[in-house]
């Protein structure tokens, strides 16, 4: 019998529907505007890019920017990407289980929420949606003496784990009356902020005379036209003010401010380590240290009996030329780490970030940008959906570097890229 002719490919035209039919998928047509963004946003990335076309320009920047050059904030990142990491295989990783402890808490891993500075400019539900965020996830959510939502809108959305974030103002009355109403409602501990004597020249705001609010000026009517779903928001929300000093006499934000003019007005530049003392008077629950830059003062926090430090520059805000906190890990946890819990804040984008972060040293990590770029794109999921990827990511990279527990990661997990 005549073998049969070999099949020609491409030849057999009636085989086309069939294996087109195999591969074609299209993706069900989603019709929740929300839903869809978030479905293309991969990561932390993706979602600031998309950021950056849903907001206004000078919104944009605001969030996103630096101080000066800018060479910090480029760094902060840098520094974890120039880590990589040395994997172990075939140590059965079935399971991966990301949870640890932080100021005695248990959490499902090792991540806080940083307090941000006017949160209602990215979504006019502001911090109230990232505080649930953050407690249906189980992770400290910290409140900025700068938010715009109150310290008592913010506790009645979120029974979790919530810090308050002081800056220590001039008036000295409105700090006290502040850390009481905190620790009236629930707060579990005080973040003070010392990296910020004066503000850093953030010079995208400069260049853009942008003010908080808004202002409303033909550059901003332009942007505003431009951005209209943000611009709609916006005009319908109540106005965004400093919700946490309404009626204490020091502006509460409605009116058009420059960030500087404000914080240095009402910011107390003098502040010294002696006002720890002042603050524990007030004050009887843990108090993190959040801007530690050194070593030398990382000692003298642990020797202050202060509970925690962040290794902060305030992502880059505030000295251009600060060092990168990833690169401090190491050297602060060698010198403090058996006396004082150390957060990294800084340059973490990933989950990657917040292993490499863990194994050098730090209890934990902190996000700021990363959840306010969520928050920008898609409200509260915008924000539930960076912290399912940051849990995403971490488990996985635990997994592929054969890690089962937090306790696995130790410097030795980590390389130089
Ligand atoms: C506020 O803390 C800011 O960095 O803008």
């Known amino acids: 019998m005549a073998a049969a002719a070999p099949e020609r490919p491409g030849r057999d035209r009636s085989r086309l529907p069939a294996s087109l039919q195999a591969v074609l998928r299209f993706r069900r047509l989603e019709l929740d505007p929300t839903t869809r963004r978030l479905a293309h946003a991969a990561s932390v990335a993706d979602l600031r ?19 000066e050059d800018e060479r910090t904030l480029t760094d902060n990142e840098r520094a974890f990407a120039e880590l990589s990491f040395e994997p172990r295989v075939l140590n059965g990783v079935g399971t991966v289980d990301p949870s640890t402890t932080l100021l005695g808490r248990p959490l499902p891993m090792p991540l806080v929420l940083a307090p941000t500075g006017f949160t209602r400019i990215a979504d006019p539900e502001g911090e109230l949606a990232v505080a649930r965020a953050a407690a249906r996830a189980g992770l400290p959510y910290s409140l900025s003496t700068l938010g715009t939502r109150s310290i008592e809108e913010v506790a009645a959305v979120n029974r979790g784990a919530k810090w308050f974030q002081v800056y220590v103002w001039r008036d000295r009355g409105l700090v006290r009356e502040m850390v009481q109403r905190a620790a009236d409602v629930g707060y579990e501990a005080l973040v003070l902020t010392v990296d910020t004597a004066v503000l850093g020249r953030r010079e995208r705001d400069v260049r853009r005379g942008f003010t908080l609010p808004p202002k409303v000026g033909l550059g901003t009517l332009v942007d505003g036209a431009l951005h209209p779903s943000w611009t709609w928001r916006f005009v319908r929300s109540e106005p965004i003010r400093f919700a946490n000093v309404v009626g204490r006499g020091v502006g509460d934000g409605v009116d058009a401010v420059s960030l500087a003019d404000y914080t240095n007005r009402q910011f107390d530049p003098d502040l ?84 490499k972060a863990v194994a050098l040293g730090a209890r934990a990590a902190m996000i700021g940008r990363a959840y306010l770029y969520g928050l920008a794109v898609g409200g509260e999921r915008g924000v539930d959906h960076v912290l399912g990827m940051l849990d995403a990511d971490m488990r996985r990279t635990m997994a592929l570097i054969g890690a089962r527990r937090i306790s696995e990661l130790t410097p030795a997990v980590v390389g130089r890229a």
């Open 49 to 67: 890019l998309m950021a950056r076309r849903r907001l206004p320009r000078g919104v944009f920047d605001y969030i996103d920017g630096g101080a």
């Open 272 to 355: 010294s380590w002696r006002d720890l003392d002042w603050l524990r008077t007030v004050w009887g629950g843990p108090i993190i240290l959040k801007g530690i830059q050194c070593v030398a003062d990382a000692r003298i926090a642990a020797d202050a009996g202060i509970e925690a430090i962040a290794l902060s520059n305030h992502g880059g805000r505030q000295l251009d030329g600060a060092p990168a906190p990833a690169r401090l890990i190491a050297p602060v946890v060698d010198a403090v780490g058996d006396r004082i819990e150390v957060i990294c804040d800084g340059g973490i984008r990933r989950g990657s970030d917040i292993v």
